[in-house]
């Protein structure tokens, strides 16, 4: 995903451990294009699309000490319209193209015996920030967005003319 997303989490207990994780969910029931130079409702969206939402961050579980002691960073998080790319892969969530979404970032707690169902825990927080919305797409109608993501993106580097192997 790019940007990522980062995080500064505070007030949590400190030797409480959590899981820290993303899901991302339709932000509107609209199918969106670009046109005109700007993006504008065409149609309803389509069906659910099958495959994985959530992204558990890599140091979960962790201590609310550690969550709390520095930025939350999500930048290995990556998105994808490949429907079977799901299957056994942790880190990719399956997006469908030209869709509105919205991430959401969950804190849940992990009880004593390390076990834990996060959408079963009574305790579990969920966040949601309307500027993190975004349009899934597989090309970039704006040369300049384009040449930002290869220029900052580190799963774009195949895309720069001299990079390091």
């Avoid at 700007?38 to 149609?43: A, E, L, S, T």
């Avoid at 939402?53 to 140091?59: L, Q």
Wanted: charged share 20%; glycine share 6%; with cysteine.
């Amino acid at each position: 995903m790019f940007p990522f997303l980062s995080f500064n989490i505070t007030g949590l207990e400190p030797t409480a451990h959590y899981n820290v994780f993303v899901d991302v969910v339709l932000a509107d029931q609209h199918h969106w294009r670009y046109q005109g130079g700007k993006w504008v409702q065409c149609g309803k969206a389509e069906g659910s699309m099958q495959g994985n939402r959530t992204y558990m961050h890599p140091d979960s579980p962790n201590t609310g000490t550690h969550w709390m002691r520095q930025e939350i960073s999500f930048g290995k998080l990556k998105l994808t319209n490949n429907k079977g790319a799901s299957n056994n892969v942790t880190q990719m969530i399956v997006l469908q193209s030209l869709h509105k979404y919205q991430p959401r970032l969950h804190i849940a707690p992990v009880k004593e015996d390390g076990s834990d169902d996060p959408y079963l825990t009574p305790k579990l927080q969920a966040f949601s920030f309307p500027e993190t919305q975004f349009i899934a797409v597989t090309a970039y109608q704006n040369a300049d967005i384009t040449q930002l993501k290869i220029d900052h993106n580190p799963f774009a580097k195949g895309f720069r003319d001299n990079f390091d192997s």
